[in-house]
């Protein structure tokens, strides 16, 4: 059974500060989704990860995977308010049809 | 631009009805997914979809069945609905096996069942 576990849980962090989040995961799969949500709206696609050693920045957030570690990071630079969300991170199956979703990052940025 | 529409976005039930939630996807997608989401969970596939006429369970599928019978839309029904599937559902949609593309998410339904 895959399992995909994300920490911390719950993050609260000052503005301009930077931080990191973890998502680790049981197989050996090498595709893996970031996603944002916001209160009560639906998820949004941040990142896509296709390979080991995989990074893509968008903005003050960067996705990296290492496959080998089986982990991937999200990265918050110079954290603004606008980030306050909750972030997810998504492990395609051996089967490759499906994604196994981590239980999410609760981020609250404050000033 | 609709991408992934899911109706309806709200709904109360009592223990015992049945309700059909309905996903519908302009983008030529093949594959289709209903997900369910709770407080602290995560998502969690309850059934998914690689193409017209095909179905298939996901990790949660007890008391949820699902047709596929256009491949722009995606069913979910709740026969006997119970005070434990209420939750948040969401539909997804992507274009396969090969795309490497994210799955598309559409707003949600919320479902209170009574």
């Known amino acids: 059974e895959l399992k995909v576990e994300q920490n911390p849980l719950f993050l609260s962090m000052q503005e301009g500060k930077n931080y990191t989040i973890y998502c680790n995961y049981s197989?050996?799969?090498?595709?893996l989704y970031w996603y944002r949500q916001d209160p009560g709206k639906s998820l949004e696609s941040l990142f896509v990860?296709?390979?080991?050693?995989a990074v893509k920045q968008e903005g003050r957030l960067m996705a990296s995977l290492d496959t080998k570690a089986r982990l991937s990071t999200l990265h918050i630079t110079a954290a603004v308010h606008d980030l306050s969300a909750t972030y997810f991170c998504?492990?395609?199956?051996?089967?490759?049809?499906?994604?196994?979703f981590g239980k999410g990052t609760s981020l609250l940025v404050t000033p | 631009n609709a991408g992934v529409t899911q109706t309806p976005k709200f709904r109360v039930l009592k223990t015992g009805q049945s309700m059909t939630l309905l996903c519908a996807q302009d983008?030529?997608?093949?594959?289709m997914y209903w997900y369910r989401q709770d407080p602290g969970m995560g998502l969690r596939l309850i059934h998914y979809?690689?193409?017209?006429?095909?179905?298939a369970k996901g990790e949660v599928p007890d008391g949820y069945n699902v047709s596929r019978l256009k491949k722009q839309n995606f069913l979910l029904g709740l026969e006997s609905a119970a005070p434990s599937q209420t939750s948040v559902y969401f539909c997804?949609?992507?274009?396969?096996?090969?795309?490497?593309?994210?799955?598309?998410f559409g707003d949600g339904t919320r479902l209170s069942i009574l």
């Open positions: 979809s690689v193409g017209e006429g095909t179905t």
């Open positions: 998504a492990v395609e199956e051996d089967s490759g049809y499906a994604l196994n």
């Open positions: 990860l296709l390979s080991n050693g």
């Open positions: 197989t050996t799969s090498d595709r």
């Open positions: 997804a949609s992507s274009l396969g096996e090969i795309s490497n593309q994210p799955q598309h």
């Open positions: 983008m030529n997608h093949e594959y």
